[in-house]
Every structure is written in structure tokens, then in C-alpha cells.
């Protein structure tokens, strides 16, 4: 870190923690604003070992800090009102690795950790092995993988089963859903007619709605009893839906004072998930409950601050289990995992988490999955040429066309995977095709960002005759709703098109997919805050899968651009991706990780 620029929010922040602390300190100031900082930009908390000992530009100003001895000895032990160890009630918290807080990220953190460190030594009930044994051979029947590969579906079951808390980590195409709904079949079987309350849930309206159906076409095809099948859940919802939004306020219906009554709560894409609505989520548990997360732990962090799935998953740490576990896997399952020696010290969640391998949507020889691998593990020119390999038809380079050449770049591209969908003579049609293909985008700005495309689309399609975009709502516009409106039941990233409903005066309505399979019109007046979306970030597309994408990379370097970035844009798309972009850049963005800070990690992972 060398350079950082405030915003005004950062500044009367710092001024007013100044005049609280009574004392007047530049020091103390500036902190504050990077820390201020640090939170806007997904940090959790603001690492002091960054800033010790080096010279940082504040805004135009250049400011020398001392070392991180004399750091935290002046910000612990000067007398500042306004700074308290864990445990205090401060505004502002500084721990003992060097770590300074906003208290209520503080606590979102600390009661997250201890209540995942519960969870993790609590067992899951006493087990029926012979049952489980039979459910497991049953339900999990048909392994592909080579002779003496491990069947990580039934390692995550087991574990699943076993303890309160179970992480289950995958990229795109290896089985996460179809695992946990066989998960959910083995609990039922397991109650023996028992009464079990289980809550399927995502961050959005739309991983809800895919969790939704996913679940429900899985549901059929389970080896189980059809008594079964009909206990396995058939709604999935909001996280906010589950606990309960209460309007105008960032509590919930449903807290530690007020728990769920589910006995399990399964969530999707956790990895959109932010650390206070999981701090949130995982108090409104009862003790008991069993919590199941689903996500790639690779993918892109959420929005807004920390990334608590990866901080969960301890960073792409590789498992080691403990010997007891291995023993039960191997005697109930067959399957042989890695374990530490007889006595030897694990984390707590070490048997907790489990990283799914297998991919069964990419074979070896698909560019999709072979880019992504390699931006996975940091190597920006072996991706590069996978994507330049004429052998990949899947995954394909494009050299960014300057900003007056973007609509010859585009046409073809825009007629063929938008040209259908305009001519579709229903909206539920028009809905179907529109959701097989998709632009995406590293920023929302500038030429090559969700704006500029967007417009560059547009003016395409009205050349082609396709749509008049002369008003604001014309035939055929996407839409993509960004807020949640619990009134209308419309869901940030659920999307919409623009369609006559059939009326003999041609009026318009926006129409989406309802829960049922059909669609339903919503006035456009009455939509809720929402944006076009021809193009859309890739950020906005965690917890979507597009047939065919176009990822658009912007021509200059910028700290957005992450090998999560690239990994999740890549991984939207089943059979086809194009990245348009330059190639230094791209290398650049694969050899970036990002960095969330936070504590969570260490104290659920305090060896790794």
C-alpha cells in the first residue's frame, strides 16, 4: 500500500472519531480514514502491519508511520477513548495480530467465529451406520471417476451428516446441488419418520430461484423411498426472506433472541454471501441446527465487506481430516481420505469442509474448464494459451477492439445471440432465449464497462431494425432488477424483458419467470430500482449460468481486475466464452489475488 485516496465519508469519519477521542493526533487520524478506507473498498478490518514503517500518500500528502511496535503501543496505550482491545465496548477495536475494527465489524466477526467453532464441535445426533451405509451405496450409486479416485460426494455427505456444520466447496459443474439433495434424503432417512424442518436459501432472488429448480429436478430422480422424495424441500428463498426483513431497519425478524425453527438451514452460492448477513444468518440458528454452505470458494467475494466463505474454507487450504473421521468414511463408505497422525492437532473445521473435484460438465478436454484451472492457479499465460489454442472451440481470445471499432467488433455477436429473442413472439419465449447468452463485463464504466456495451448493443440492434430504444421502455428491453421489493416478489437479480401483454392497446409490461414455470407482467412504473442489461458486471452474475458469454475486459489496468474476476466470468458460461480483452492485462489480473482482511480466518483456521 503507497497511495491512498479519501472520499468525504472517510474524512468526517475520521474527524468525528478525533473529536471523540478527546486528544488531538494526526496519527490517529489517518488511521481511522484508511480504516474507513479499507471497509468501503470489502476490507473487514484495517492490517496495521501494511501501513508500519512505510510512507503512504494520503490523498496529495505523504505521511511516514512509525514501526508496528510504536504503532500499536501509541494507538493501544495512548490514551484514546475512542480505542478499546476485544471485548470493549469502543468505536474502534485493535487486537493483538495488529488488526484495528469498527466495533460492529468486530463483533459481526468474533460471534461468527464462535458460533461456527460450536457448531463444528457439536456432533450431528447419533447416527444409524447400517442405514447410512445402505443410503450412501443407494443414493450415490454410479461414480464415475478412475479406479482409486476419491468420491468426494459421499466424503461431503458423511460429513455433513456428522457435524452441525459442513462447508461443501466446488467449482461450476461438480455436483454441489445434486450433493446436498441426496444430503437431504439421507437426514430423512435418518429421522426414520421424525419430524425434520429443513430451509433451502441463497443471497438472491434468482441462486433462490435456481436453487429452487435444481432441487426440484433432482428431486424425482433420487434412489430413495417416494416417501422421502416428498419430505425434500420444494421452496428455496431469499436470506433476508428467511430471517425476516424488517423495513427501514438492517435487523432481522429472526436473531439469537428470536431462532428459526428449522432443524437444518442449506444455503447456496455462499460465496455472495457478505460476514455481517452470515454473522446474521448463523445466530438466528437454534444450537442444534444443522448449517450446510454451499459455494466456490474460488468465485468473486460479495459486494459488500469481508469474504467470508473463503475465510470459512481457510484460504484453498488442502484438507487433511482427522484419523477418526478418515476411519468412519472408510468403514461406512469404502472410500480412503487423507488423515493426520493418531494424536495430531487439526482445526476444528477440519472435518467439516470438503472440496468437490470431480467436474462433470467440463471433460479434460474443454477450454472452459482448462482456462479456468489455470487462472485458478495464478498461471495468466498458460490460460492464454488455452484461449488461443484454435483446439478449444469452447474458450476463445479476442484482441480488444479500440473504442470506434466496438460496433464492428460486436455485430455479429449481438445479432447472433440477441437477434432470436427480439423475434420472439411470447414473452415467455422471449425469456427463455434471452437467459442462453449473455455480455459480461469487468466495470460498470467507460467504454468497455455494463454502460458502454449496453449502448453499443443497443445501437446495434436499432440499426438491424430489432428494437426502437427512442423511449425508455421499448419492446424487447432486458431488464435487471437491483434491490429486493418484497411486495411485488421481485428479487435483486432476477431479470426481466420488456413485452406487449396482449392487450389490444400493445401496452407494455416487464415480464419475469415466476415460481411455478410460467411468467407474470409487473408496470414499469411500479419496478423496483433495476438497470438494462444486454450487458451486466460479472460481479452481478454470481449465481447465473449462460449458455454462450462475451467477456469484455476493460483496456486499462485496475485493481479490479482479479484472478477471482476472471475466474467467475469464465465459469458463467456452460458451452462457449469469448474474452475480448489485452493480453498483459489479463496476465496482470490473473496473478492478482485478492486480499480481503479480516481475522475470521485465524480463528478458525489458527494453524493454516
Same mark, same amino acid.
Given at each position: 500500500?503507497?497511495?491512498?485516496?479519501?472520499?468525504?465519508?472517510?474524512?468526517?469519519?475520521?474527524?468525528?472519531?478525533?473529536?471523540?477521542?478527546?486528544?488531538?493526533?494526526?496519527?490517529?487520524?489517518?488511521?481511522?480514514?484508511?480504516?474507513?478506507?479499507?471497509?468501503?473498498?470489502?476490507?473487514?478490518?484495517?492490517?496495521?502491519?501494511?501501513?508500519?514503517?512505510?510512507?503512504?500518500?494520503?490523498?496529495?500528502?505523504?505521511?511516514?508511520?512509525?514501526?508496528?511496535?510504536?504503532?500499536?503501543?501509541?494507538?493501544?496505550?495512548?490514551?484514546?477513548?475512542?480505542?478499546?482491545?476485544?471485548?470493549?465496548?469502543?468505536?474502534?477495536?485493535?487486537?493483538?495480530?495488529?488488526?484495528?475494527?469498527?466495533?460492529?465489524?468486530?463483533?459481526?466477526?468474533?460471534?461468527?467465529?464462535?458460533?461456527?467453532?460450536?457448531?463444528?464441535?457439536?456432533?450431528?445426533?447419533?447416527?444409524?451406520?447400517?442405514?447410512?451405509?445402505?443410503?450412501?451405496?443407494?443414493?450415490?450409486?454410479?461414480?464415475?471417476?478412475?479406479?482409486?479416485?476419491?468420491?468426494?460426494?459421499?466424503?461431503?455427505?458423511?460429513?455433513?451428516?456428522?457435524?452441525?456444520?459442513?462447508?461443501?466447496?466446488?467449482?461450476?459443474?461438480?455436483?454441489?446441488?445434486?450433493?446436498?439433495?441426496?444430503?437431504?434424503?439421507?437426514?430423512?432417512?435418518?429421522?426414520?419418520?421424525?419430524?425434520?424442518?429443513?430451509?433451502?436459501?441463497?443471497?438472491?432472488?434468482?441462486?433462490?430461484?435456481?436453487?429452487?429448480?435444481?432441487?426440484?429436478?433432482?428431486?424425482?430422480?433420487?434412489?430413495?423411498?417416494?416417501?422421502?422424495?416428498?419430505?425434500?424441500?420444494?421452496?428455496?428463498?431469499?436470506?433476508?426472506?428467511?430471517?425476516?426483513?424488517?423495513?427501514?431497519?438492517?435487523?432481522?425478524?429472526?436473531?439469537?433472541?428470536?431462532?428459526?425453527?428449522?432443524?437444518?438451514?442449506?444455503?447456496?452460492?455462499?460465496?455472495?454471501?457478505?460476514?455481517?448477513?452470515?454473522?446474521?444468518?448463523?445466530?438466528?440458528?437454534?444450537?442444534?441446527?444443522?448449517?450446510?454452505?454451499?459455494?466456490? /470458494?474460488?468465485?468473486?467475494? #460479495?459486494?459488500?465487506? *469481508? %469474504? &467470508?466463505?473463503?475465510?470459512?474454507? +481457510?484460504? $484453498? !487450504?488442502?484438507?487433511?481430516?482427522?484419523?477418526?473421521?478418515?476411519?468412519?468414511?472408510?468403514?461406512?463408505?469404502?472410500?480412503?481420505?487423507?488423515?493426520?497422525?493418531?494424536?495430531?492437532?487439526?482445526?476444528?473445521?477440519?472435518?467439516?469442509?470438503?472440496?468437490?473435484?470431480?467436474?462433470? /460438465?467440463?471433460?479434460?478436454? #474443454?477450454?472452459?474448464? *482448462? %482456462? &479456468?484451472?489455470?487462472?485458478?492457479? +495464478?498461471? $495468466? !499465460?498458460?490460460?492464454?494459451?488455452?484461449?488461443?489454442?484454435?483446439?478449444?472451440?469452447?474458450?476463445?481470445?479476442?484482441?480488444?477492439?479500440?473504442?470506434?471499432?466496438?460496433?464492428?467488433?460486436?455485430?455479429?455477436?449481438?445479432?447472433?445471440?440477441?437477434?432470436?429473442?427480439?423475434?420472439?413472439?411470447?414473452?415467455?419465449?422471449?425469456?427463455?432465449?434471452?437467459? &442462453?447468452?449473455?455480455?459480461?463485463?469487468?466495470?460498470?464504466?467507460?467504454?468497455?464497462?455494463?454502460?458502454?456495451?449496453?449502448?453499443?448493443?443497443?445501437?446495434?440492434?436499432?440499426?438491424?431494425?430489432?428494437?426502437?430504444?427512442?423511449?425508455?421502455?421499448?419492446?424487447?428491453?432486458?431488464?435487471?432488477?437491483?434491490?429486493?421489493?418484497?411486495?411485488?416478489?421481485?428479487?435483486?437479480?432476477?431479470?426481466?424483458?420488456?413485452?406487449?401483454?396482449?392487450?389490444?392497446?400493445?401496452?407494455?409490461?416487464?415480464?419475469?419467470?415466476?415460481?411455478?414455470?410460467?411468467?407474470?407482467?409487473?408496470?414499469?412504473?411500479?419496478?423496483?430500482?433495476?438497470?438494462?442489461?444486454?450487458?451486466?458486471?460479472?460481479?452481478?452474475?454470481?449465481?447465473?449460468?449462460?449458455?454462450?458469454?462475451?467477456?469484455?475486459?476493460?483496456?486499462?489496468?485496475?485493481?479490479?481486475?482479479?484472478?477471482?474476476?476472471?475466474?467467475?466470468?469464465?465459469?458463467?458460461?456452460?458451452?462457449?466464452?469469448?474474452?475480448?480483452?489485452?493480453?498483459?492485462?489479463?496476465?496482470?489480473?490473473?496473478?492478482?489475488?485478492?486480499?480481503?482482511?479480516?481475522?475470521?480466518?485465524?480463528?478458525?483456521?489458527?494453524?493454516?
Amino acid at each position: 500500500m503507497t497511495h491512498t485516496e479519501l472520499t468525504p465519508l472517510d474524512r468526517r469519519f475520521a474527524d468525528f472519531i478525533l473529536r471523540e477521542s478527546g486528544k488531538p493526533s494526526p496519527l490517529l487520524w489517518s488511521v481511522v480514514a484508511m480504516l474507513s478506507r479499507a471497509v468501503q473498498e470489502g476490507d473487514i478490518c484495517l492490517d496495521l502491519t501494511r501501513i508500519a514503517g512505510r510512507e503512504i500518500r494520503i490523498d496529495k500528502e505523504m505521511q511516514t508511520f512509525p514501526d508496528i511496535g510504536e504503532l500499536l503501543a501509541i494507538l493501544g496505550e495512548g490514551g484514546f477513548s475512542t480505542v478499546g482491545a476485544p471485548g470493549e465496548f469502543c468505536p474502534l477495536v485493535l487486537d493483538g495480530a495488529g488488526r484495528l475494527y469498527l466495533y460492529r465489524y468486530w463483533k459481526y466477526e468474533s460471534d461468527l467465529a464462535a458460533a461456527i467453532l460450536r457448531k463444528a464441535a457439536d456432533a450431528g445426533g447419533t447416527l444409524d451406520g447400517e442405514l447410512l451405509a445402505r443410503g450412501l451405496e443407494r443414493l450415490f450409486a454410479g461414480f464415475p471417476g478412475e479406479e482409486g479416485e476419491t468420491d468426494w460426494q459421499k466424503v461431503a455427505a458423511l460429513a455433513a451428516l456428522r457435524k452441525n456444520v459442513c462447508i461443501i466447496s466446488g467449482g461450476p459443474g461438480t455436483g454441489k446441488t445434486s450433493t446436498v439433495v441426496r444430503i437431504i434424503a439421507l437426514l430423512l432417512e435418518q429421522a426414520k419418520g421424525a419430524p425434520l424442518r429443513i430451509a433451502l436459501a441463497a443471497p438472491t432472488g434468482k441462486s433462490a430461484s435456481r436453487l429452487r429448480e435444481s432441487v426440484s429436478s433432482m428431486r424425482e430422480a433420487l434412489a430413495c423411498d417416494p416417501s422421502i422424495k416428498e419430505l425434500v424441500p420444494r421452496e428455496a428463498v431469499t436470506i433476508h426472506r428467511l430471517l425476516g426483513s424488517i423495513h427501514g431497519s438492517t435487523r432481522f425478524f429472526h436473531s439469537q433472541e428470536n431462532p428459526l425453527s428449522y432443524d437444518a438451514v442449506i444455503v447456496d452460492e455462499a460465496s455472495m454471501v457478505a460476514l455481517p448477513l452470515m454473522a446474521k444468518l448463523v445466530a438466528a440458528l437454534r444450537p442444534e441446527a444443522r448449517l450446510i454452505l454451499l459455494g466456490d /470458494r474460488d468465485q468473486l467475494s #460479495s459486494v459488500e465487506a *469481508g %469474504a &467470508a466463505l473463503g475465510d470459512l474454507c +481457510g484460504g $484453498g !487450504r488442502r484438507e487433511t481430516f482427522s484419523l477418526e473421521f478418515a476411519t468412519l468414511v472408510a468403514k461406512i463408505s469404502g472410500v480412503g481420505i487423507p488423515a493426520a497422525p493418531a494424536g495430531g492437532a487439526l482445526p476444528p473445521l477440519a472435518d467439516a469442509l470438503v472440496v468437490l473435484r470431480r467436474n462433470y /460438465r467440463f471433460p479434460s478436454e #474443454s477450454g472452459i474448464g *482448462g %482456462a &479456468a484451472r489455470e487462472v485458478n492457479a +495464478g498461471r $495468466g !499465460r498458460e490460460a492464454m494459451a488455452i484461449l488461443k489454442n484454435d483446439a478449444f472451440f469452447d474458450a476463445v481470445w479476442r484482441d480488444l477492439p479500440t473504442p470506434d471499432k466496438r460496433v464492428r467488433a460486436f455485430t455479429e455477436t449481438v445479432l447472433d445471440g440477441y437477434g432470436r429473442f427480439l423475434q420472439a413472439e411470447t414473452a415467455d419465449e422471449a425469456l427463455r432465449l434471452f437467459s &442462453a447468452f449473455r455480455f459480461l463485463c469487468a466495470l460498470n464504466g467507460g467504454p468497455y464497462g455494463v454502460e458502454g456495451i449496453n449502448a453499443v448493443i443497443e445501437s446495434i440492434l436499432a440499426a438491424r431494425g430489432l428494437i426502437d430504444p427512442r423511449p425508455r421502455w421499448y419492446r424487447g428491453r432486458p431488464v435487471l432488477v437491483t434491490v429486493n421489493d418484497y411486495n411485488l416478489k421481485l428479487f435483486n437479480g432476477d431479470v426481466g424483458i420488456t413485452f406487449p401483454d396482449g392487450g389490444d392497446d400493445g401496452r407494455l409490461r416487464v415480464f419475469f419467470s415466476d415460481a411455478d414455470g410460467g411468467v407474470r407482467g409487473v408496470s414499469p412504473v411500479r419496478l423496483p430500482a433495476h438497470e438494462t442489461c444486454y450487458a451486466m458486471t460479472i460481479h452481478k452474475s454470481q449465481g447465473s449460468e449462460f449458455d454462450r458469454t462475451e467477456m469484455i475486459l476493460p483496456g486499462e489496468n485496475s485493481a479490479i481486475m482479479t484472478r477471482e474476476l476472471i475466474y467467475t466470468g469464465i465459469t458463467r458460461a456452460k458451452s462457449g466464452v469469448k474474452i475480448w480483452g489485452k493480453e498483459d492485462i489479463f496476465i496482470a489480473a490473473v496473478s492478482r489475488k485478492m486480499d480481503r482482511k479480516s481475522g475470521l480466518r485465524n480463528a478458525l483456521w489458527p494453524a493454516g
